[in-house]
Structure formats: structure tokens, C-alpha cells
């Protein structure tokens, strides 16, 4: 029995479009299940420093926003990868409890 995918992971083929056409497409992109660190946040993204690897964090508040808002919001965050200065990256890969 396939396990359907959470609130969080439906959001992961249109996170691949976006990142596909800002020139990403060789990153592997996840969503964490995890809320941003930093409360206030919309969203946040961790990319792996050294591998094109990089994992979002959604806040519960993003699900709630205008379809526009929330297109900025992942654009935003993708853009972090393009320009790792904007963001501390992790040293490490991330686990990951799905595949």
C-alpha cells in the first residue's frame, strides 16, 4: 500500500518546476516536515554547502496564503540556493525520512 504524501511533500513536484526553470535542475531539492527554525518565517531553506542539495522548510502559515504568495515564497527560497551568501548553509547532508 503506497503511503499518500503529506501536505508538505505535495508541494515537491511544483518546487521541481520552479527549481527546473531557475536553472536548478541539477539540485535535488526536498521538503522537510520540519517548520522554519526562525518562527516568524514563511519558509526557509538549508542548502548543503559543496553538493547541489538543499531542503525547505515550510511554516503551517504558507499553506494559507494567496496561490501568488506562495509561488514567491519557493521562488525565494530557491533563489537561496543560486546565491549561497543569503543563507547559512549546513555542512552536512540532511537525513532524510522519505525517499
Known amino acids: 500500500m503506497k503511503k499518500e504524501p503529506t501536505r508538505r511533500q505535495q508541494w515537491l513536484p511544483y518546487v521541481r518546476l520552479i527549481a527546473d526553470k531557475i536553472a536548478l535542475k541539477d539540485w535535488t531539492v526536498q521538503i522537510s516536515e520540519s517548520q522554519p527554525a526562525d518562527r516568524g518565517a514563511m519558509a526557509s531553506v538549508n542548502p548543503c554547502e559543496g553538493r547541489k542539495w538543499g531542503t525547505i522548510f ?6 494559507g496564503e494567496s496561490r501568488e504568495e506562495q509561488r514567491h515564497t519557493i521562488v525565494h ?22 525517499r
Open 77 to 98: 527560497e530557491l533563489l537561496h540556493c543560486t546565491w549561497p551568501p543569503t543563507c547559512t548553509p549546513s555542512r552536512k547532508r540532511p537525513k532524510t525520512t522519505q
Open 58 to 63: 515550510l511554516a503551517d502559515g504558507h499553506f
